[in-house]
T-cell receptor
Framework: NAGVTQTPKFQVLKTGQSMTLQCAQD?????MYWYRQDPGMGLRLIYY???????DKGEVPNGYNVSRLNKREFSLRLESAAPSQTSVYFC?????????????FGQGTRLTVV | AQSVAQPEDQVNVAEGNPLTVKCTYS??????LFWYVQYPNRGLQFLLK??????LVKGSYGFEAEFNKSQTSFHLKKPSALVSDSALYFC?????????FGAGTRLTVKP
């Protein structure tokens, strides 16, 4: 079982460059999430998608866009990368109908913006 | 908005001693609470969750958590720590569409 797969695992960008982080899950989950993890700040929610075709802002959406391409895939785009976006990015998925269902996480993308 | 707080960013214990990692929550309505663990260079892994019912929840790797409604707490515990338990631990709260995490507590278990 692949679970949640993120690509790439590592990326270095120059300030102003754009890129898309990819996430795919094979568990038929409705809800998908993008988080960023920074030291001392835990995981902060960037965007989430409760179902195909819907997306909503989380705590820190500025500078990011997302696309829920289909039920399996949820991508995160940085249009013009900034050093403040240097972080580790995690994608997660879960069932939406039950709030007591745990989430499954990808391995993370370590992004450095120079 | 719902939230969780982890008041300690670091917990150190000796191997074989009991451990506690603290979490407090703020929700409207029923709380759906979780603990996750993160090992170096890995994603988060589910440990255990609170569903209405028993206040003592048992999870993976010998961990358990105690739900206390009056103190709005959900502390993670283990009777006897192992060196391999050293990791970053996150408390989380969930509603139907949203999932929020605490800042994390780094647990170090020394031999």
């Amino acid at each position: 079982n692949a679970g949640v797969t993120q690509t790439p695992k590592f990326q270095v960008l120059k300030t102003g460059q754009s890129m898309t982080l990819q996430c795919a899950q094979d568990m038929n989950h409705n809800s998908m999430y993008w988080y960023r993890q920074d030291p001392g700040m835990g995981l902060r929610l960037i965007y989430y998608s409760a179902s195909e075709g819907t997306t909503d802002k989380g705590e820190v959406p500025n500078g990011y866009n997302v696309s829920r391409l289909n039920k399996r895939e949820f991508s995160l785009r940085l249009e013009s990368a900034a050093p403040s976006q240097t972080s580790v990015y995690f994608c997660a998925s879960t069932v939406v109908e039950d709030s007591n269902t745990e989430a499954f996480f990808g391995q993370g993308t370590r992004l450095t913006v120079v | 908005a719902q939230s969780v707080a982890q008041p300690e960013d670091q917990v150190n214990v000796a191997e074989g001693n009991p451990l506690t990692v603290k979490c407090t929550y703020s929700v409207s309505g029923n709380p759906y609470l979780f603990w996750y663990v993160q090992y170096p260079n890995r994603g988060l892994q589910f440990l255990l969750k609170y569903i209405t019912g028993d206040n003592l929840v048992k999870g993976s790797y010998g961990f358990e958590a105690e739900f206390n409604k009056s103190q709005t707490s959900f502390h993670l515990k283990k009777p006897s720590a192992l060196v391999s338990d050293s990791a970053l631990y996150f408390c989380a709260v969930r509603d139907i569409n949203d999932m929020r995490f605490g800042a994390g507590t780094r647990l170090t278990v020394k031999p």
